[in-house]
């Protein structure tokens, strides 16, 4: 009966030691960067886990987690993701490249030289309970929204990674 109790103990191990809380978000923010907070949610990185994958430019890879808040579901979401970046295309680049104002805010707005694609998500309860989860995702890159959570997240990571910005900050994106 003990070694029964110790293997299913040695099998929880696992699941627990990945769980997150809200407060263990808030209360860490050394580890935690809070990068991203509206009226409906928070998005942290974790940054222990920036992890530079490829250094090519003009073109950078880098991996990281965020968690997502939802406080309209009352959970927090753990997205393991991959950002594509081009400097070719990056903000400073568009400008140069276009003749007009409305050219330029076309540009930007279709492709500020950032895509990003998730590849697994698991999502908690507030207390870091696991709510569901772990999914892999299989999924083409997307293009994020500049100042979205995904977008100010890759922000994040490339800042981190180099100490530079990859394009010009906004007011509140001084990190």
């Known amino acids: 009966m003990t070694k029964?109790?110790?293997?299913?103990?040695?099998?929880?191990?696992?699941?627990?030691?990945?769980?997150?809380?809200?407060?263990?978000?808030?209360?860490?923010?050394?580890k935690y960067k809070l990068v991203y907070s509206d009226s409906s949610g928070d998005?942290?990185?974790d940054n222990d886990t920036i992890n530079v994958i490829r250094y090519a430019p003009p073109y950078y890879v880098i991996s990281s987690t965020s968690?997502?808040?939802?406080?309209?579901?009352?959970?927090?979401?753990?997205?393991h993701n991959?950002?594509?970046?081009?400097?070719?295309?990056?903000?400073?680049?568009?400008?140069?490249?276009?003749?007009?104002?409305?050219?330029?805010?076309?540009?930007?707005?279709?492709?500020?030289?950032?895509?990003?694609?998730?590849?697994?998500?698991?999502?908690f309860n507030y207390n870091g309970e696991v709510y569901q989860g772990p999914i892999l995702r299989n999924e083409s890159a997307k293009i994020p929204k500049i100042l979205s959570p995904a977008y100010e997240s890759a922000m994040y990571s490339f800042?981190?990674?180099?100490n530079t910005y990859f394009n010009i900050p906004s007011k509140i994106q001084k990190f």
């Open 82 to 123: 991959t950002y594509f970046y081009d400097y070719n295309n990056n903000i400073s680049t568009l400008l140069e490249k276009t003749h007009s104002e409305q050219e330029f805010g076309s540009q930007v707005t279709q492709y500020a030289g950032i895509k990003y694609k998730t590849n697994k998500i698991t999502i």
């Open 4 to 30: 029964l109790l110790l293997l299913v103990l040695f099998i929880l191990i696992p699941l627990t030691s990945n769980a997150i809380s809200l407060n263990e978000l808030r209360n860490n923010p050394t």
């Open 43 to 45: 998005q942290y990185v």
């Open 159 to 162: 800042y981190k990674s180099y």
């Open 67 to 79: 968690y997502l808040v939802s406080y309209e579901y009352n959970v927090l979401s753990e997205l």
